[in-house]
């Protein structure tokens, strides 16, 4: 593969980066090939171009922006806000809840020292992020999508990202999270909530490190995926999507109903699929409560 053939699926895979960012990323690796004896090797090394992309995507993603602060409310003192251009950073002391309603987005959950919210690609009245009076933070982009995503005049194709951060070891009263299109995932934190409601419609959905009691689970064609334990009642909905939990726990402490049409349900060996319904006679603490359309549901409970 050529250089320039390299840095054009770079370029492909980071289009959700403002110009600035596309046009430095790419110059630093322009140079990179430059100053390399071996150009191929030096390709090998980095790696194919869509991990590189990735790279790229995450770094920009987990970097704090340097903005200038706004004015705020001296009833919100606990609040600070920075602007600048493409970009928006929120920051909250204190956070009970949270409840996050997401559109076509790409969003990344880390953890740090406090509770922020940053945005790229996103202006000031597309999204509403604030902490109420309960202490319940809302993350909301759903109703202000721009209408002109896929016209063909545009100059770029702009998907909003955004970053939630979060401390490390967060137990959460509730955690309550709709991704329509777009994608959410976390990395390197792990938290908690004593309730909890997950949906997604055509996106894709990654909890990693989650530990969930009574939560609801609700897919429609895209793919939700939770690593780590659910305890309690939980609620599973899947119409035409995938969904799949590899939970920590002893399978033993686990009941199940499950109500299958034409796709498939599978508790650690046990497979349901077609048209089928299973009753268990005794309900244990710890309940999966299966409701399977057309999609899949795989449930994995075992020691780690």
Known sequence: MKKEQYLKRIKNGIQSLTIDEQNEALQYYSDYLDDADDVEKAMEEL???????????????????????????????????????????YSFK???????????????????????VETRGLNKNEITCDVDSNGILHVNNVRKLNINFF???????????ILVTIPDE?????????VDAG????????????????????????????????VSLRCGMG?????????????????????RLELKGNSSDYSYDSKVGLGSF??????????????????????????????????NVHKF
């Open 47 to 89: 790696g194919s171009p869509e991990e590189v992309a990735q790279q790229i995507i995450e770094k920009c993603a987990n970097s704090l922006v340097s903005a200038q602060k706004t004015s705020s409310d001296d009833n919100k003192s606990s609040e600070k806000s920075f602007e600048a251009y493409d970009a928006l950073f």
């Open 94 to 116: 204190k956070v009970s809840s949270i409840n996050l309603s997401l559109g076509a987005a790409e969003v990344v959950m880390t953890g740090g020292k406090e509770f922020s």
């Open 151 to 161: 016209s063909h005049s545009m100059n770029r194709r702009v998907v909003p990202r």
């Open 170 to 178: 967060t137990e959460l009263e509730r955690f309550e999270l709709r």
């Open 183 to 214: 994608s959410f995932i976390t990395k390197n934190v792990s938290f908690a909530c004593r309730k909890g409601a997950l949906s997604v419609g055509a996106g894709n959905l990654v909890l990693n490190s989650f530990k969930g009691n009574n």
């Open 223 to 243: 793919n939700l995926s939770i690593n780590g334990a659910l305890t309690g009642r939980t609620n599973i909905d899947c119409g035409m999507g995938a969904i």
């Open 266 to 299: 599978k508790f650690n060996d046990e497979k349901r699929s077609g048209v089928c319904q299973d009753h268990s006679e005794y309900h244990k603490e710890n309940h999966f409560s299966v409701n399977c359309g057309m999609g899949s549901v795989l449930i």
